[in-house]
C-alpha cells in the first residue's frame, strides 16, 4: 500500500483520509471529477480534475508511475450519460456503463466500478485498512441507559432496514415507539432527521437508524456519520443514533464521542 490513487468526492471524509495517509507517509494522488465540489485543501496536494470519460485513461497513467491501490473516498454526484465524454479507454465500457445507470441503484453502479479496477490491475481498497480507528464496535458506545423499549425499537428498524436494502433506495429511518417516522430515499439522512421533526412525540424517545444495506460492498458507500448528523440529531429531538458496528465510518470520531456525551445523545452498534 505504498501508492494510492484517491477517487475523490465531496465532504469531511476525503481530508480525514488525506491526514491519515500523510501521517503514515504513503504516497497518495487524488483524480477529482468535474461537478463535484471538493475540500480546498485537497487542491492544495497533488491532484486533477478529470471528466468521467477519462478516468481509464488517467488511472492507466497512474499504474505505469507504480500507483496500485485505489480508495473511494467522499460524496460523488451520480454523472448522466452526457456527462460523460469517453476517450479510447474509456469508449469500450460506455455500453455497460451506460446500462447500469439505467438500471439505477448506487450498489449496481458501485460494484461494476469496482470490479472493472480490479479488471486492470488496481487493488480496491477497504477504509477500515487505512483508517481503522474511525469506526466503533457493537453494543452501547456511550453507556446511556436504553430501555427495552428502545432496544425493541432498534431490533424492528433493523429488520426493515434489512428488507428493504434489496431495492437500494437507503441506508436509514427514524423510529420512534415502534412507529416508523421516515425512511431515508434521495434526500440523505440529514433531510430525513429534519423533515421526521414535525412527526414526533417530544416526550418520547426517537432513533436514528443508519446501517449498512445486506451484501452492500464495503469497499465503498459505507454509512457515514459527522457532527453534523449529530447536530442535527440535537436541533430536530432524535434521541441515539443506532449504526452498523465495525462498519458505518465516523467522521472526527473523538469529536462525536464528545457531543453525545455533552447532549445525551446515546450511539449503539448492532
Given amino acids: ?21 500523510i501521517m503514515k507517509k504513503i504516497t497518495f494522488f487524488c483524480l477529482i471529477f468535474e461537478k463535484n465540489p471538493v475540500s480546498k485543501m485537497i487542491l492544495k ?10 478516468i481509464i485513461s488517467e488511472l492507466l497513467k497512474l499504474k505505469n508511475l507504480g500507483f496500485n491501490h485505489v480508495a473511494l473516498v467522499g460524496n460523488l454526484k451520480r454523472p448522466s450519460i452526457t456527462d460523460v465524454k469517453p476517450d479510447f479507454n474509456s ?52 453507556k446511556i441507559n ?19 436494502s434489496k431495492f437500494d433506495i437507503g441506508q436509514s429511518l427514524v423510529i420512534q415507539s415502534g412507529n416508523i417516522i421516515g425512511i431515508e430515499a434521495a ?7 429534519k423533515d421526521s421533526y414535525n412527526y414526533l412525540n417530544k416526550n418520547e424517545t426517537s432513533i436514528l437508524i443508519k446501517l449498512a444495506k445486506v451484501k452492500q460492498n464495503l469497499k465503498a458507500d459505507l454509512p457515514t456519520i459527522g457532527v453534523k448528523t449529530l447536530k ?39
Avoid: W
Fill in 232 to 270: 442535527n440529531c440535537k436541533k430536530f429531538a432524535i434521541s441515539g443514533i443506532a449504526y452498523s458496528a465495525n462498519k458505518t465510518l465516523f467522521i472526527n470520531k473523538q469529536e462525536i464521542l464528545k457531543y453525545c456525551k455533552q447532549n445525551n445523545i446515546f450511539l449503539y452498534g448492532v
Fill in 146 to 164: 436504553l430501555s427495552k423499549r428502545i432496544v425493541d425499537d432498534i431490533k424492528k428498524g433493523k429488520t426493515i432496514l434489512d428488507s428493504i
Fill in 1 to 21: 500500500m505504498k501508492k494510492i490513487v484517491l477517487l475523490t468526492g465531496g465532504g469531511d471524509l476525503p481530508t480525514e483520509v488525506i491526514r491519515k495517509l
Fill in 91 to 142: 469508449a469500450k465500457i460506455i455500453p455497460k456503463f451506460a446500462k447500469i445507470l439505467l438500471k439505477g441503484g448506487d450498489n449496481n453502479l458501485l460494484n461494476f466500478c469496482i470490479d472493472y479496477l480490479n479488471n486492470i490491475g488496481f487493488k480496491v481498497l477497504d477504509l477500515r485498512k487505512i483508517i481503522p480507528e474511525n469506526f466503533l464496535s457493537s453494543g452501547n458506545i456511550t
Fill in 45 to 54: 496536494k497533488n491532484h486533477k480534475l478529470i471528466n468521467f470519460g477519462k
Fill in 187 to 193: 434526500q440523505g439522512t440529514d433531510k430525513l432527521i
